[in-house]
């Protein structure tokens, strides 16, 4: 069974611009997750999507923003981008079953290198 | 807030040694708590999950221990190889919460 996915695995973009990273969640798996990983700074949950809806997000500014797609995959779009952000940004899926969140699993993740 | 820390945020050990590996957090209101593996540059490999209900779980060579009432968890690692060198993160769940609080993770370098 194939884990899961995320793309592309390396990005380099200069500071104004838009990044749109992607997830593909495991198969049978509803609920995705983004978190970024900066340096220095430990992982930091960045969003929650379950059935196509933003659920909860973490403490980031409106620029970051992502949607869910009908099959599950994901997209994380950072709009004007800035120094800061770039980081290792993982996604992880999970089931979502009766309103209790089964464990998490992580993908390779996206490095966004932001200049 | 809950804040996880761990410490060592290093560990440089020869191999075949036994380690421990700690992780205490701040809320003892947890659903439960997570041992990863992150090698350089890639994801996280899930190691161990342990349930609140839960005192310890085992596997292969890695045992991770739960204190809730103390908040504290230890990731214990019998005969290390170099092959477990790599980043060590302690993730919580709060219970009623759906993410995942990580510490920022011990390096642990296992010499030959």
């Known amino acids: 069974e194939a884990g899961v996915t995320q793309s592309p695995t390396h990005l380099i973009k200069t500071r104004g611009q838009q990044a749109t990273l992607r997830c593909s969640p495991i198969?049978?798996?509803?609920?995705v997750y983004w978190y970024q990983q900066a340096l220095g700074l430990g992982l930091q949950f960045l969003l929650w999507?379950?059935?196509?809806?933003?659920?909860n997000r973490g403490n980031f500014p409106p620029r970051f923003s992502g949607r869910q797609f009908p099959n599950y995959s994901s997209e994380l779009n950072v709009n004007a981008l800035e120094l800061e952000d770039s980081a290792l940004y993982l996604c992880?899926?999970?089931?979502?079953?009766?309103?209790?969140?089964?464990?998490?699993?992580f993908g390779p993740g996206t490095r966004l290198l932001v200049l | 807030k809950q804040e996880v820390t761990q410490i060592p945020a290093a560990l440089s050990v020869p191999e075949g040694e036994n380690l421990v590996l700690n992780c205490s957090f701040t809320?003892?209101?947890?659903?439960?708590l997570q041992w990863f593996r992150q090698d350089p540059g890639k994801g996280l490999t899930s190691l161990l999950l342990?349930?609140?209900?839960?005192r310890e779980q085992t596997s292969g060579r890695l045992n991770a221990s739960l204190d809730k009432s103390s908040g504290r968890s230890t990731l214990y690692i019998a005969a290390s190889q170099p092959g477990d060198s790599a980043t060590y993160l302690c993730?919580?769940?709060?219970?009623?919460?759906?993410?995942?609080?990580f510490g920022k993770g011990t390096k642990l370098t296992v010499n030959p």
């Open positions: 342990i349930q609140s209900s839960q």
């Open positions: 809320d003892s209101a947890i659903y439960n």
């Open positions: 999507y379950d059935e196509g809806e933003e659920r």
């Open positions: 993730a919580v769940r709060q219970g009623g919460s759906e993410k995942l609080v």
């Open positions: 198969s049978g798996h509803t609920s």
């Open positions: 992880a899926s999970s089931l979502f079953l009766a309103m209790v969140q089964e464990t998490q699993y």
